[in-house]
Nanobody, 124 residues
Framework: QPVESGGGLVQPGGSLRLSCGDSGSNLDYYAIGWFRQAPGKEREGVSCIARVGGRTKYADSVKGRFTISRDNSNNTVDLQMDNLKPEDTGVYYC???????????????????WGRGTQVTVSS
C-alpha cells in the first residue's frame, strides 16, 4: 500500500516535496498517481506517471509548477510542488495501479491502491 509523506503548511509562493513509497512493492512496476481533495470538492488527478516509458500527465492548474519523478534508489515517486497557491490546499493522496488496461492515466477510477493522504495547506 502506498504511503505519502512530506505535507505541511507553506506560504503562497513556497515549495513542498511529497514522496510516495511502498515498503512491500517495487514502484517501478506500477503507474503512480498523485491526487488531491479539497474540502467539499471531488478528488482530482494532479499528476501521474506511467509504469512503462515514463509518460507523465499534469492537471492544467499545476502545469509548470509541479513535477513528478521517480527516485529508483529510494523506491519513491516524488511530487515537487513550486510556486504554491492557496487553491493547492487539500489532502494529497498517492495511488498505484499495475496495469492501465487502456484506462486514462490520471483518472481516479483507474487506481486501485490508495494511501491515507497527507495534508497540504497553503496560507499566509
Amino acid at each position: 500500500q502506498p504511503v505519502e509523506s512530506g505535507g505541511g503548511l507553506v506560504q503562497p509562493g513556497g515549495s513542498l516535496r511529497l514522496s510516495c513509497g511502498d515498503s512491500g512493492s517495487n514502484l517501478d512496476y506500477y503507474a503512480i498517481g498523485w491526487f488531491r481533495q479539497a474540502p467539499g470538492k471531488e478528488r482530482e488527478g494532479v499528476s501521474c506517471i506511467a509504469r512503462v516509458g515514463g509518460r507523465t500527465k499534469y492537471a492544467d492548474s499545476v502545469k509548470g509548477r509541479f513535477t513528478i519523478s521517480r527516485d529508483n534508489s529510494n523506491n519513491t515517486v516524488d511530487l515537487q510542488m513550486d510556486n504554491l497557491k492557496p487553491e493547492d490546499t487539500g489532502v494529497y493522496y498517492c495511488a498505484a495501479v499495475e496495469f492501465l488496461f487502456g484506462q486514462p492515466l490520471c483518472a481516479v477510477p483507474t487506481f486501485g491502491s490508495w494511501g491515507r493522504g497527507t495534508q497540504v495547506t497553503v496560507s499566509s
